[in-house]
């Protein structure tokens, strides 16, 4: 019985090893810039350097006026994934200005070069994104469930062993 439950740990312990290698991404690339006057300036100064490990998206934040649509700013980053969730994706009014601000967030390499201009141009870009977000819900109760029903299974071998 014993060597039963040592042979289940085992397994978990393998299965674990390779889900760790299995979730791991390459780096990502993102276009990168600081307060650019527009989106042409932004993509043409960003320089082509991979994204720290940990930051896994891409995050635009695009401030243009809401009068004539012109662009103010363009910022482009390297994000972690919690500043860039769906929470985070789409359009607010700039405090005590006509200056509108879209975020987009997507998570392919170079996948920020368009910026946003609209609530649906935002989530639009950001899609790939927040499918997969939804996915790896999915991908994290498997990873639950699989362990919850090794368990059970090592319950029952105690109780007929
Ligand atoms: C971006 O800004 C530069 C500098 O002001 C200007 O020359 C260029 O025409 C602008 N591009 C667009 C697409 O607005
Ligand atoms: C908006 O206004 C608040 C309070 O006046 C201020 O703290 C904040 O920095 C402002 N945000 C922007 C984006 O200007």
Request: glycine residues 4%.
């Amino acid at each position: 019985m014993l060597s039963a439950v040592f042979f289940i740990g085992a397994i978990m312990g393998l299965r674990a090893s390779h889900i760790h290698v299995q979730f791991t991404d390459d780096a990502i690339t993102c276009y990168t810039c600081q307060g650019m006057q527009n989106n042409t300036l932004c993509n043409k100064w960003a320089p082509d350097i991979p994204c720290p490990d940990a930051s896994t998206v891409c995050k635009t934040v695009h401030v243009f006026s809401g009068a004539d649509g012109v662009s103010v700013s363009v910022t482009k980053m390297c994000a972690l994934p919690e500043h860039c969730t769906e929470a985070h994706v789409g359009c607010n009014a700039v405090n005590n200005t006509e200056h509108i601000e879209c975020v987009s967030c997507c998570s392919k390499s170079y996948c920020n070069k368009p910026v946003p201009y609209t609530a649906s141009t935002s989530r639009e870009l950001s899609m790939e994104l927040l499918i997969s977000s939804s996915t790896s819900h999915l991908f994290s109760f498997a990873r639950l469930a699989v362990p919850m029903i090794e368990c059970i299974f090592v319950v029952l071998l105690c109780l007929f062993a």
